[in-house]
């Protein structure tokens, strides 16, 4: 049986992680949003006044480009942020907006429900971005070895997703108010990390490291 006692009352800076800062850069990811808003709202004049026609599915298309060019600053410092429900669905409406515009510029569908289809998009692409940001930045770290294999042994209720060393999600654990904890490696100027990412905890909220699962102990005990 696993023996988790220590860890229970720990965060993992206990037990030999470093905590990172991985917070996505605020005007990379503003920027691109704010000005996304002006094509959409021009082609919603070009559609009530019926001047510039032509360029309603352009302007319309350019402006959720724009939407998701700010979206994906935001979750690319935090890898596997799609694992979150309400950051996919963001992304989810961007693309149906964009398909919408095709629809429009094919005369398959009305300008109108292009522009609502977009609004639609903004709304949901602004309430991931909050998410994202009210996130407190719960990422640790810690040495590792492409040859090592994770301490399955040591992690209760995970899915495992691959026990070798990989940059995508190796190993993931989902709590309620879609938060989850993720286990992923990473390639740094100083060589191979294995990062620990608790995602979805916000400022005022105290995480229970007792929830993780883990022997974090055991992730240190093989490198030595």
């Not at 600053?73 to 693309?95: D, E």
Request: aromatic share 14%.
């Amino acid at each position: 049986m696993v023996n988790m006692v220590r860890a229970r009352d720990k965060s993992p800076e206990t037990f030999g992680w470093n905590k990172v800062e991985l917070k996505p850069n605020p005007k990379a990811v503003l920027y691109p949003l704010s000005w996304g808003i002006l094509p959409i709202v021009f082609a919603l004049i070009m559609m009530v006044t019926r001047t510039g026609e032509e360029w309603i599915a352009w302007s319309g298309g350019i402006g959720i480009i724009l939407f998701l060019v700010g979206g994906v600053s935001a979750v690319g410092p935090r890898q596997g942020a799609f694992n979150s429900i309400r950051i996919a669905s963001g992304f989810f409406f961007c693309i149906l907006a964009i398909f919408s515009w095709v629809l429009v510029a094919t005369n398959n569908l009305l300008e109108v429900y292009g522009i609502l289809s977009s609004f639609l998009a903004l709304i949901m692409i602004y309430r991931s971005l909050d998410f994202i940001f009210k996130d407190i930045g719960l990422i640790y770290q810690l040495e590792w070895s492409a040859k090592r294999s994770l301490p399955t042994g040591s992690m209760v209720d995970w899915d495992i997703r691959s026990t070798r060393f990989t940059q995508n999600t190796m190993a993931l654990k989902r709590f309620d108010g879609d938060r989850f904890a993720q286990i992923y490696g990473s390639r740094t100027t100083e060589g191979l990390v294995l990062r620990l990412d608790i995602f979805g905890i916000h400022e005022g909220n105290r995480f229970d490291y007792r929830t993780l699962g883990l022997d974090l102990q055991d992730f240190i005990e093989e490198d030595e």
